[in-house]
């Protein structure tokens, strides 16, 4: 992908995840824009094409709804974390200490470890931000393991340790919300802590506030209806499916965790769509470009289009992969805020009374 069409996804991906211009005010920790280019340029050409920073620094400044998002997993090269001020529209490159710098690149490698080694790293990696001095850096760091700790199951004991780094790093660095909104990281936290089931707690009322967004999110979730088209012009009620059992799956082209998960989403369908499962997987990419992903996949399973995004904010989706279950009456039981294996899917299937026949 050229950089041209890297920005224009980056520009996507950042809109999606969080409108901290809402969550964070014009301190160096909160008011930052971290675009993982590399994500979709590839490693090697990042690193070739020079001008890549440049230019998509100045296009954040020029462009006003991106300054002040945050995309946190931290999957990026130290010389891609580009920070932003939106209040003076000052520039500011991190500068990452001798003791970061090894913890940057580590986290830029994650994906590309193999699960069962990549959740030893998780949690070494969670251990040693924590013995990091207090400061934004180190809250940024804590921060972007836990959005890169929930890509699968790496373990219940290596999520905590993720959760309590990060609870420590906003104890000993807090960052102001803004606009009566909780900034970022608290919900990041709580995410955590009511969907992950993790031991963490935090005495600000920007934690209280996060634990409660979530809460009324869910509320307008169990309430939710829409009406999508999928790929072969056919219409999608979300109301008028009581009867079965619902997994709405929320994902793109252009995303790693998404694509990781596919497989499987695809042969739970195999398995129980007999047994009354329904799964309908939601993207606000353009017909054209979904068609050709899905051409090149084996994936059988209904594929909605939402260009305008409607249902995605009606969800409250700010990031994905995310998944929805919903059992036979229509009452949400499970949930997940990122990519989920086989195994992970079971278990909110069995939550919906769906169970493996032996």
């Given at each position: 992908?050229?950089?041209?069409?890297?920005?224009?996804?980056?520009?996507?991906?950042?809109?999606?995840?969080?409108n901290?211009?809402?969550?964070?005010d014009?301190e160096?920790?909160?008011?930052?824009c971290a675009?993982?280019?590399s994500?979709?340029?590839?490693?090697e050409?990042?690193?070739?094409?020079g001008?890549?920073v440049k230019m998509?620094?100045?296009?954040?400044?020029s462009t006003?709804?991106?300054?002040g998002?945050?995309?946190?997993?931290?999957?990026?090269f130290?010389?891609?974390?580009?920070?932003?001020?939106?209040?003076?529209?000052?520039?500011q490159?991190?500068?990452?200490?001798?003791?970061?710098?090894?913890?940057?690149?580590?986290?830029?490698s994650?994906?590309q470890?193999?699960?069962?080694?990549?959740a030893?790293?998780?949690?070494?990696?969670?251990l040693?931000?924590?013995?990091?001095?207090?400061?934004?850096n180190?809250?940024?760091l804590?921060n972007g393991?836990?959005?890169?700790a929930?890509?699968?199951?790496f373990?219940r004991?290596?999520l905590q340790e993720?959760?309590?780094t990060?609870?420590?790093?906003?104890r000993e660095?807090?960052?102001?919300?803004?606009?009566s909104?909780?900034?970022?990281?608290?919900?990041?936290?709580?995410e955590?802590?009511?969907?992950?089931?993790?031991?963490?707690?935090?005495d600000?009322?920007?934690?209280?506030?996060?634990?409660?967004?979530?809460?009324?999110?869910?509320?307008?979730?169990?309430?939710?209806?829409?009406?999508?088209?999928?790929?072969?012009g056919?219409?999608?009620?979300?109301?008028?499916l009581?009867?079965?059992?619902?997994l709405?799956?929320?994902?793109?082209?252009?995303?790693?965790?998404?694509?990781?998960?596919?497989?499987?989403?695809?042969a739970l369908?195999?398995?129980f769509?007999?047994?009354?499962?329904l799964i309908l997987?939601?993207?606000?990419?353009?017909?054209?470009?979904?068609s050709t992903?899905?051409?090149e996949?084996?994936?059988?399973?209904?594929?909605?289009?939402?260009p305008?995004?409607?249902v995605?904010?009606?969800?409250?989706v700010e990031?994905?992969?995310?998944?929805?279950?919903?059992?036979?009456?229509?009452k949400l039981v499970?949930e997940?805020?990122d990519?989920?294996?086989?195994?992970?899917?079971?278990?909110?299937?069995?939550?919906?009374?769906?169970?493996?026949r032996?």
């Amino acid at each position: 992908m050229n950089v041209e069409a890297a920005f224009g996804e980056a520009k996507k991906v950042a809109l999606r995840i969080l409108n901290a211009s809402k969550s964070f005010d014009t301190e160096p920790a909160e008011a930052l824009c971290a675009l993982r280019i590399s994500s979709f340029v590839g490693t090697e050409d990042a690193e070739k094409k020079g001008g890549t920073v440049k230019m998509v620094h100045s296009r954040i400044h020029s462009t006003p709804l991106i300054t002040g998002l945050l995309i946190a997993a931290l999957s990026v090269f130290p010389a891609l974390l580009i920070f932003t001020y939106p209040a003076s529209a000052q520039r500011q490159q991190i500068v990452w200490s001798d003791q970061e710098t090894p913890i940057v690149q580590q986290l830029h490698s994650l994906r590309q470890l193999p699960d069962e080694k990549r959740a030893q790293v998780t949690k070494d990696l969670a251990l040693a931000i924590r013995k990091l001095p207090a400061s934004s850096n180190k809250l940024l760091l804590a921060n972007g393991l836990a959005n890169l700790a929930t890509e699968g199951d790496f373990g219940r004991d290596t999520l905590q340790e993720v959760a309590t780094t990060l609870a420590e790093a906003l104890r000993e660095q807090p960052p102001k919300g803004n606009n009566s909104q909780p900034a970022a990281p608290y919900i990041e936290l709580a995410e955590l802590v009511r969907y992950e089931h993790m031991q963490a707690s935090s005495d600000s009322p920007q934690f209280a506030a996060a634990v409660s967004k979530l809460v009324a999110d869910d509320q307008r979730r169990e309430r939710a209806d829409f009406t999508l088209t999928d790929l072969a012009g056919k219409s999608w009620r979300l109301q008028a499916l009581h009867g079965k059992v619902v997994l709405v799956n929320f994902w793109a082209t252009w995303c790693p965790p998404c694509r990781k998960e596919m497989p499987d989403l695809e042969a739970l369908y195999q398995q129980f769509k007999d047994q009354g499962l329904l799964i309908l997987a939601i993207s606000d990419e353009d017909i054209g470009k979904v068609s050709t992903f899905i051409a090149e996949h084996n994936t059988t399973y209904p594929i909605l289009l939402d260009p305008g995004r409607k249902v995605n904010q009606l969800f409250q989706v700010e990031g994905i992969p995310k998944s929805f279950v919903y059992d036979r009456d229509g009452k949400l039981v499970a949930e997940s805020i990122d990519m989920r294996t086989r195994k992970q899917f079971l278990e909110m299937l069995a939550q919906a009374g769906l169970h493996r026949r032996e």
